[in-house]
């Protein structure tokens, strides 16, 4: 009797698979490639590909992008979520961190931006949006933030010329890519650990004697710190690392009512890529997000609005929120 059930159920199994393997046979003659055309699904279109050939010395400035980086979202209205509240966001002068500077200012922050020197270009326009039509106030602090005297002196300046501090970006980041192991150099490695990992702890160590309750603190991690990426080893790592830190960090810092969280984008169209990637990677930059285009600094930016907003995300602390245009590894059929 059993041999007979199973018998049938293999029966069964059989007939099903060949009904499928036919159905296949007859889509698989006609079947036409999935379209890859970018996606728009926001309020406004933002930059497709191919974009232009391009490629930038380091660190990269956002003024010689082409085409510019959207981050102004003109279609985001502020209702006082960050009213009064100050902020400091390290690679604040353009990308990402100008994009959330520009946001928390809507939403009524003030804002100060940590930037390496010779950015000073992005961080002045950084500053003229934040003043001019934003209305709120914008301090520029030029340094580096693998130096932790420089970093104890950029939140003493913004507690002191700002009236506090309630939210930390850690955003500054390095990034250079290697094609295997043994291309990246003991310096290479260092200076990504010390700008990525060392540059977020000296910021956040410094900033602690000034966060009370109701403060946030919100890191720049990576879809790259959770999949990981073969020519950016060093890079990845930092991301992971960034990731475990804010975990651990959550848990730390919860009793004290802080927040620790992190937003971990996919590609962004921001300097940092054409002053890492050979202009001809350039063209099709993002193409391989289920959107089919790299995000726009705006489209990453009401993120960490929402995680630094103490009226969103009150009972949030600890989660990476991943911002990649897509499931990264998804196949299609």
């Known amino acids: 009797m059993a041999t007979k059930k199973t018998a049938a159920t293999v029966a069964r199994q059989r007939k099903v698979q060949r009904e499928v393997d036919a159905a296949e046979k007859k889509k698989s003659s006609s079947k036409k490639k999935k379209s890859e055309k970018p996606v728009q699904a926001g309020s406004?279109?933002?930059?497709?590909?191919p974009l232009p050939?391009?490629?930038q010395v380091k660190p990269g400035i956002e003024a010689e992008l082409d085409p510019a980086p959207q981050f102004r979202n003109p279609d985001y209205r502020g209702s006082g979520k960050l009213e009064d509240k100050v902020a400091l966001i390290t690679g604040g002068d353009s990308g990402i961190g100008r994009a959330v500077a520009v946001l928390f200012a809507r939403e009524g922050a003030d804002v100060a931006i940590v930037y390496l020197d010779v950015e000073q270009r992005d961080a002045d326009e950084t500053r003229r949006v934040i003043e001019e039509d934003e209305g709120r106030r914008c301090l520029l602090i030029p340094g580096d933030?693998?130096?932790a005297e420089f970093c104890r002196e950029a939140v003493a300046r913004t507690v002191d010329e700002l009236g506090g501090l309630d939210i930390l970006v850690n955003n500054a980041a390095f990034q250079e890519h290697s094609e295997s192991l043994e291309d990246i150099t003991e310096e290479h490695f260092d200076l990504t650990f010390r700008t990525n990992?060392?540059?977020?702890?000296?910021?956040?160590?410094?900033?602690?004697?000034?966060?009370?309750e109701g403060s946030a603190i919100i890191n720049t991690g990576s879809e790259t710190g959770i999949?990981?990426?073969?020519?950016?080893?060093?890079?990845?790592a930092t991301k992971g690392a960034i990731h475990a830190f804010t975990?651990?960090?959550a848990t730390n810092l919860a009793p004290r009512?802080?927040?620790v969280n992190a937003v971990a984008p996919g590609p962004v169209w921001t300097p940092l890529n054409p002053a890492d990637q050979p202009e001809t990677n350039i063209a099709d930059f993002g193409k391989g997000t289920s959107m089919h285009r790299p995000a726009q600094p705006e489209e990453i930016a009401p993120a960490y609005v929402f995680l630094a907003a103490p009226v969103c995300a009150s009972y949030i602390t600890g989660i990476v929120l991943p911002v990649m245009g897509g499931v990264i590894g998804a196949t299609e059929a």
Do not use: C, T, W
């Open 247 to 249: 975990k651990s960090l």
């Open 257 to 259: 009512g802080i927040r």
């Open 53 to 55: 050939k391009q490629h």
């Open 227 to 236: 999949f990981g990426q073969p020519i950016l080893l060093d890079y990845s």
């Open 44 to 49: 406004r279109k933002h930059h497709e590909n």
């Open 145 to 147: 933030v693998k130096d």
């Open 197 to 212: 990992i060392y540059g977020y702890f000296h910021m956040v160590k410094a900033a602690l004697p000034h966060l009370g």
